[in-house]
């Protein structure tokens, strides 16, 4: 009886997902990760549907210790290989990142403590 015990806490923790943490996304776009130290803000989403596309925008809060480089830098890395394409900034300020896919524009504004953001259809006159 006692190997039947052994055998089958065995068998459970082999089931136990032994790697890194899954990626998160935000809730209104699951094609955008939510980085490491950052948190939805539930009350910060607008999601409108529109023939031309959708427009949202979602914000989270920075965990105490998360830095908006930290969090700058994975979007940099993260969102190309999803397809998103980094877009220069006309205005050069280093606090916001935009990117293309598709029919869509991605704007990610950083401040101290919250990210920002904004999904809209592609406008070939932004920035």
Not at 52 to 72: D, N, T, V
Not at 81 to 86: D, I, Q, R, V
Not at 105 to 119: E, K, N, Y
């Amino acid at each position: 009886m006692r190997q039947l015990s052994y055998i089958f806490l065995l068998a459970c923790l082999a089931w136990v997902p032994l790697g890194p943490a899954q990626a998160q996304y935000l809730s209104a776009a699951p094609d955008i990760p939510l980085a490491e130290g950052l948190q939805e803000l539930p009350d910060g989403t607008i999601v409108f549907d529109k023939p031309e596309g959708r427009i949202l925008q979602m914000s989270a809060a920075q965990a105490p210790g998360a830095s908006a480089e930290m969090a700058r830098q994975f979007y940099k890395a993260s969102l190309p290989n999803l397809g998103w394409t980094p877009r220069q900034s006309k205005n050069k300020d280093s606090n916001i990142l935009t990117f293309t896919r598709k029919d869509e524009t991605l704007r990610l504004t950083f401040s101290a403590d919250l990210v920002i953001f904004d999904l809209t259809p592609e406008s070939p006159l932004e920035d």
